[in-house]
């Protein structure tokens, strides 16, 4: 987190990330780790997800569901074993916050799997984490096996009789691995592909059992609210997007990093946070929430961060990965390089997005080469609406969302591209398009 004092941030989950050696086990306790533990193994398991829905806490992952609410699902008089399961497939372009959370303090993420496995009444857990960030993979099963030794996990967790067994499992680097059924059906052994729905994860999730699956900040924060109460979580933030969250800000910005603060702060308070943009430009455009959420604008600087204003607003606040681009970006470039991934990250099951994909980047590097009609932008516009809320997982509708919103916000920047013959933007031209209107 920036070091930057500010009485806007509320430093929880990264309170003690300048602590020596904070993902020790030893300094995590020094500092009143696992306390929340031994509280919450004194509670009735139907309290804690009281607790957790009262709260107000809010899936940290993207959607933003509830996640007190979403424990309750699970059928407590299913005979089967019941699953909890980390996603921290961390893998949205421009999202930086579970991979400095597990780095720097991996133990608040065990405390808050086992309080939340003690809450469903689950006795074994995962924690999914992307293959690449072979670092991150090391620091937890480090911390997992610190946390065996101290008895926090295994057989009889400190006396209470509850069991639970919590493995740290790699994936193998696909994107849609982040979607919450790919990723059990990757957990199982199988090919990472979503899932029909219904049934639902909690009902028929992971080796068909009831599975909650929530993101690792989403389980981070269940330690604080158990310690503190759910009435001290539920203070911070705004009437229905509650408590503190971390805010990823990156590009061009000059001190990027994680700043974590309540629900509703806006974009012009963060950016002042990191210094400011860079020296002598402006901002021209911004991700809420990762590459996925449709782009905004200077003119939603004063916006509150929050599920319902970035809503209202026509983007989502997802996983708060601000990407702050200034007036020397060609916008469409950057959503052609956006559009490229997700088409090579397209698992291929539904044909919406493993065809639609494929041609949006052929219509889009068509027109960034300067080639074409402005016609070629409404065929553009159309094959996002063939491919929005058609496709399997949102996977697809992610990929039109850039796009979409480009084209609101920037249309005369593409036309500009056909009528020079090529992208025509480059730092001696940055204000080139804000005359032409392109902000409009």
């Known amino acids: 987190m920036s070091a930057t004092p500010s009485p806007v941030l509320t430093p929880v989950l990264s309170d003690n990330w300048d602590a020596e050696r904070a993902w020790t086990l030893e300094s995590y306790e020094s500092l009143g780790g696992y306390a929340a533990l031994h509280k919450a193994l004194g509670m009735a398991q139907a309290d804690i997800v009281e607790a957790v829905k009262d709260s107000g806490l809010r ?67 995962f924690i999914y984490v992307r293959g690449e960030v072979l670092h991150v993979v090391r620091r937890l099963q480090q ?14 967790i400190h006396g ?58 989403s389980i981070a924060s269940v330690p604080a609210i158990v310690a503190n109460g759910a009435e001290w979580f539920s203070s911070m933030g705004t009437e229905k997007s509650k408590g503190f969250v971390l805010y990823s800000l990156s590009g061009h910005v000059k001190r990027p990093g994680q700043f974590e603060a309540p629900l509703g702060i806006t974009l012009r308070e963060l950016i002042d946070l990191a210094g ?78 493993r065809e639609g994909t494929w041609w ?36 697809g509708d992610g990929a039109t969302s850039p796009i979409t919103s480009s084209i609101e916000y920037f249309r005369e920047e593409f036309l500009a591209h056909l009528s020079h013959g090529g992208c025509p933007f480059d730092p001696a031209a940055s204000t080139v398009f804000a005359a032409q209107g392109a902000h409009a």
């Open 276 to 353: 400011g943009m860079r020296e002598g430009h402006e901002l021209k455009f911004w991700t809420p929430g990762g590459s996925s959420t449709p782009l905004l604008t200077a003119e939603h600087l004063d916006m509150p961060l929050d599920y319902e204003a970035v809503g209202e607003a026509g983007s989502m606040l997802g996983t708060r990965a601000l990407q702050i681009f200034d007036d020397t970006t060609c916008v469409v470039r950057a959503v052609l390089r956006w559009t490229e991934f997700y088409k090579h990250e397209s698992c291929g099951k539904c044909t919406p997005c």
């Open 143 to 156: 911390a997992v096996a610190e946390a065996y030794a101290a008895g926090h996990l295994g057989k009889d």
């Open 360 to 395: 949006l980047v052929q219509t889009l590097a068509r027109l960034e080469a300067g080639q074409g009609t402005e016609e070629d932008l409404d065929v553009l516009l159309d094959q996002c609406e063939n491919i929005l809320g058609r496709s399997f997982c949102a996977l």
């Open 59 to 125: 899936g940290r992952g993207g959607a933003g569901f509830p996640t007190g609410m979403k424990w309750s699902f699970i059928p407590q008089d299913n005979p089967k074993p019941k699953y909890l399961v980390v996603n921290a497939d961390e893998s949205e372009p421009g999202t930086c916050k579970d991979v400095p959370l597990m780095m720097a303090s991996p133990h608040t993420l065990v405390e808050g799997v086992i309080i939340s496995s003690y809450a469903i009444r689950a006795n074994h857990a």
């Open 160 to 217: 209470s009789g509850y069991d639970l067994d919590l493995v740290v499992h790699a994936g193998a680097g696909a994107y849609i691995c982040g979607e919450e059924t790919a990723l059990l059906d990757s957990l199982e052994g199988r090919r990472g592909q979503p899932r029909l729905r219904p049934p639902f994860p909690a009902v028929a999730g992971l080796y068909a059992s009831p599975t909650v699956i929530n993101n690792v900040e």
